[in-house]
T-cell receptor, first 110, second 111 residues
């Protein structure tokens, strides 16, 4: 069975600062890993995904994530936060079904 | 038009009532899912379906049932709604183990 743990339910950064959202997973088979973003009153949208191959994955809006098998991690980063990045972010792991973390709400301060 | 459409978008109902949430998709995907979202809990899988004849329980299926009427349609029913089923419900579709595409959600309140 697979599961996902997101460390920190709330993260607050200043505009222009580094964004780091943490995700650790457990899976009995090689996982597919995803980050989704949810803006208020909307469904989830894919930011990026890792399936196989290159462990550093680039997504939309300047986000990227690195798959580290030894650490069972898939942390999401963005070098410089923008006000429009304020949203809730979900890490997910997929095998036959998809399991989501509890989410991290990102606040960006001016 | 949206690829994944959920109806209704908002619903208020009373305890004990039967309610159905509907989902339709135009992506041609085989796999469809129902989730509920509660603050601080992320998305919890209720049911999922790999094709019309294949229905599977998720993490929290008690109190819910589903019907896959066609490849494009997957309905979620609450036979006798209770207040702790108040939540935001999402339908999603995917092709194999890949990206899930979500509907805009149904906000359900059970009084």
């Amino acid at each position: 069975a697979q599961s996902v743990t997101q460390l920190g339910s709330h993260v607050s950064v200043s505009e222009g600062a580094l964004v780091l959202l943490r995700c650790n997973y457990s899976s009995s088979v090689p996982p597919y890993l995803f980050w989704y973003v949810q803006y208020p009153n909307q469904g989830l949208q894919l930011l990026l995904k890792y399936t196989t191959g290159a462990t550093l994955v680039k997504g939309i809006n300047g986000f990227e994530a690195e798959f580290k098998k030894s650490e069972t991690s898939f942390h999401l980063t963005k070098p410089s936060a923008h006000m429009s990045d304020a949203a809730e972010y979900f890490c997910a792991v997929s095998f036959n079904d998809m399991r989501f973390g509890a989410g991290t709400r990102l606040t960006v301060k001016p | 038009d949206a690829d994944v459409t959920q109806t209704p978008r908002n619903r208020i109902t009373k305890t004990g009532k039967r309610i159905m949430l509907e989902c339709s998709q135009t992506k041609g995907h085989d796999r469809m899912y129902w989730y509920r979202q509660d603050p601080g809990l992320g998305l919890q899988l209720i049911y999922y379906s790999f094709d019309v004849k294949d229905i599977n329980k998720g993490e929290i299926s008690d109190g819910y049932s589903v019907s896959r009427q066609a490849q494009a349609k997957f309905s979620l029913s609450l036979e006798s709604a209770i207040p702790n089923q108040t939540a935001l419900y999402f339908c999603a579709t995917t092709l194999a183990k890949n990206i899930q595409y979500f509907g805009a959600g149904t906000r359900l309140s059970v009084l």
